[in-house]
């Protein structure tokens, strides 16, 4: 987006009959057909390489399917917030680890003081932990659905966040 921003893409764009809602919505789809196509690589050599101790290779690429929209959703708000390519990339950085530090994916969330663990519930993050949890220890499809549907509604609402903004 930032690219296209600087090419004066976005400005072509902005005389065109084509809302930034539909923009970021198609950008959204393109990257997510690529993401997809890695995660099912991903999961495919996980198989490969450890055979049948991975609890649900199926679930687990529909998870990471489901994060990997989400997170193209929140970098698509992200970078329409920012002008300056150098400093939507470097505040990214640190936005992405605290999120994966707070969220659960590099230590429990249970470690965490009570106040923590409910603040964290509102990342997208917390919610591709829990899933990935539930997999692991073989939790049934309808256990999957609040994480899945979170994950969704935060896709959703970072695409419309990216919306609101003015892309030019």
């Known amino acids: 987006m930032l690219e296209d921003r600087s090419n004066k893409t976005l400005l072509r764009l902005s005389v065109a009959p084509i809302t930034h809602l539909q923009y970021l919505w198609q950008n ?3 990257y997510s057909v690529i993401l997809t196509a890695v995660n099912l690589i991903f999961v495919i050599l996980g198989v490969m390489v450890h ?7 199926a679930l687990l690429f529909i998870i990471y399917t489901v994060f990997s929209m989400t997170a193209l959703g929140f970098s698509l708000a992200w970078y329409s917030l920012f002008r300056n390519k150098e400093a ?3 505040i990214l950085g640190g936005i992405i680890i605290l999120m994966a530090m707070l ?15 409910r603040a964290v519930m509102l990342l997208p993050t917390y919610w591709v932990a829990e899933a990935t949890i539930l997999v ?3 939790a049934p499809m309808k256990e999957l659905v609040i994480p899945l549907v979170l994950m ?3 896709g959703i609402a970072f695409l419309l966040l990216g919306s609101r903004r003015r892309l030019l």
């Open 152 to 154: 969704i509604l935060f």
């Open 136 to 138: 692991s220890y073989g």
């Open 88 to 90: 939507a990339f470097s």
């Open 103 to 117: 969220g659960g994916v590099m230590w429990p969330v249970e470690m965490m003081p009570d106040y923590l663990q």
């Open 28 to 30: 959204l789809l393109a």
């Open 51 to 57: 055979g049948d101790s991975i609890p649900s290779p």
